[in-house]
């Protein structure tokens, strides 16, 4: 018995690994895709000192908030507070952070850098702004800060509006 033919296609067929053109047009996906690079290159630069970039955005906003108290910090950083625990409980046992009560709410606990915590940080920020100079290295100068431009403008739509 003969099998039907296929019907001929006018598109070119897809190798396993191209990512279809409807999905290349859908900005979730792009998106998401980014930050997965960007993450991984991240992780990658920060291996040796066994934190990832959250860890370093979470030390970076003690560091330019001064002590606050750790629900704050999840709330700038939208971490959730299970999250915000584990990373806390992290940084804290790599000696970066220490929870003090705050002086505000004694049922909350104000973050504060260590020593050890203000020392790493400028290098650890570095990696990171490096990570994604690499990652955005692709696109010309100006390219880059318009993406950079559109994207923090989503995120102040999305994120930063105050509440009427």
Known sequence: MKLPEKKKSSALPLLDHEVPQTIMERVSFLLNRSAQRIREISEEALKPYQITGRHVGVMTT???????????????MHID?????DVVDDLENKGLVERKESPVDRRAYALVLTAKGKEILPKVQKLGFEAERKFLSHLPLKDQKELIRILQNLVKAHFLQTKS
Request: include cysteine; hydrophobic fraction near 25%; charge should be neutral.
């Open 62 to 76: 003690i560091h330019e908030k001064g002590s606050v108290p750790q629900n704050e910090i999840g709330h700038c």
């Open 81 to 85: 507070r299970t999250t915000m625990v």
